[in-house]
């Protein structure tokens, strides 16, 4: 248990809060878009259509949402996020017009990217650096947690599948976040409160002229496309393209649930700096390729369960570098940005988890349902591509500003952000990686 429960402390209660509104996000990600179809009356396309536009505007605020954090304290702007969101899902319950539908999506797709970035701006003003990547890697377990018991409370919805059932998945989901809300309220006031105003000359968004840190962000998004791959592509493949049977496609987002669950806190131990994140995201990106073209190969037999058991490998081999990506992802998504603006970095950085999921399922669907097992292969070669160039962009942002005490024992930690927008700077690189003074997970 202690691979899922977090130590006492500010871990465990940002732990407990998303855990709240993870469970009821399970129950609505299952229902809502039947609930949209079938009670709402909108087409798929409305309802695809206003989606898009909602993550689109989502991933433009996160930004100046995470500057506001930031500004204001990420406490209070993460409360605000999080009632923001669930008063948006709550209107759900009303909304009979495509217009009222439209307004309420792009309130929840940004209330839910300002939340992301005023909570990762809150778990580095809460915890030491050097328990950062272990503490999201809790967070990222008991998320998953959530969704699989929200998930299974949404099955019971769409079994009776009537409007009341669907109706109370929704009411879970924004009592959920009203929760999260008051617990997150009830966390003590992070050392330090709110950050004073830029200074004259400095811009106020340092990090739309941070180049450095915007490659290292878009390659982190090219690796983001294992989501929209699990949550689309695949499900699609596994029906139309191989013998196994449609429960398979359940079996294999189990494997990756618990999964995460059981060991993403382990596999995070492994990164102690900036080093050895990178060196986890190439591996990620090995891992990535490897399972692409398993899954590849499963449409080349002729049997149902030769299918199944090539399916089950490459999800294997493919959550193992999910969690490798996560673990390196978030020390490099925290070790690059200054201490004084991680709501607006962590904003930016995050934003790519929206850019996946808008332009992965055109993209992926493109690739390996028209392609087909060549698809597959180009797919794992952008992993491969990203992941083994997220090393050299690292170093190359860490020259370019002062890193004092980014992780204990290796490199040092942004305090004032890069000297330049193009970061030749001091050309110092992070030191060899340790141990020293990582508390046991």
Request: charged share 15%.
């Amino acid at each position: 248990m202690s691979r899922i429960i977090p130590p006492p402390g500010a871990p465990r209660k940002l732990a407990l809060a998303q855990l709240t509104n993870s469970v009821g996000d399970g129950a609505y990600y299952v229902c809502s878009a039947l609930f949209f179809n079938r009670v709402v009356g909108l087409s798929p396309t409305q309802i695809g259509a206003a989606l898009t536009l909602g993550w689109a505007l989502g991933a433009v605020l996160g930004v100046p949402l995470g500057h506001l954090a930031d500004r204001r304290g990420p406490r209070g702007i993460a409360v605000l996020m999080s009632g923001a969101t669930g008063a948006a899902v709550a209107s759900f319950l009303f909304v009979r017009s495509y217009p009222a539908f439209l307004v309420a999506v792009c309130v929840y797709a940004c209330a839910q990217c300002g939340l992301a970035a005023a909570r990762q701006a809150l778990l580095a003003a809460m915890v030491e650096p050097e328990r950062r990547t272990e503490t999201r890697a809790y967070l990222q377990s008991t998320v998953n947690a959530g969704l699989a018991l929200g998930a299974a409370l949404g099955g019971v919805a769409l079994q009776l599948d009537t409007e009341k059932a669907y109706l109370t998945a929704l009411a879970l989901d924004a009592l959920s976040f009203a929760l999260a809300a008051w617990m997150l309220h009830r966390l003590p006031v992070p050392a330090g409160g709110a950050n004073a105003e830029p200074a004259r000359g400095e811009p106020r968004m340092a990090v739309l002229r941070d180049r450095p840190y915007a490659v290292v962000a878009l390659l982190n998004t090219v690796m983001l496309l294992y989501m929209p791959l699990l949550s689309v592509a695949l499900p699609l493949w596994v029906v139309q393209r191989t013998e196994a049977p449609g429960w398979t496609v359940s079996a294999l987002l189990v494997l990756n649930t618990v999964s995460v669950v059981l060991f993403q806190v382990r596999i995070a131990g492994r990164v102690t700096g900036l080093r050895s994140a990178s060196r986890a995201v190439r591996q990620a990106g090995v891992l990535l390729l490897l399972a692409c073209g398993v899954f590849a190969c499963s449409s080349l037999g002729s049997s149902a369960w030769s299918a199944i058991a090539l399916l089950v490998a490459a999800a294997a081999v493919q959550v193992l570098g999910e969690m490798l990506l996560g673990a390196g992802s978030w020390e490099i998504g925290f070790g690059l940005a200054p201490a004084d603006k991680q709501g607006q970095y962590q904003g930016f950085y995050g934003a790519g988890t929206a850019v996946a999921r808008l332009a992965g399922p055109l993209l992926l669907t493109a690739l390996i349902l028209s392609w087909g097992e060549p698809g597959w292969l180009v797919l794992g070669g952008l992993f491969l591509a990203a992941g083994t160039a997220m090393g050299p962009a690292v170093r190359r942002a860490a020259a370019g500003r002062d890193l004092t005490g980014a992780r204990s024992g290796e490199g040092t930690r942004a305090s004032s952000g890069p000297r330049t927008p193009e970061g030749p700077g001091d050309p110092r690189r992070p030191a060899t990686d340790t141990a020293g003074g990582r508390p046991a997970s």
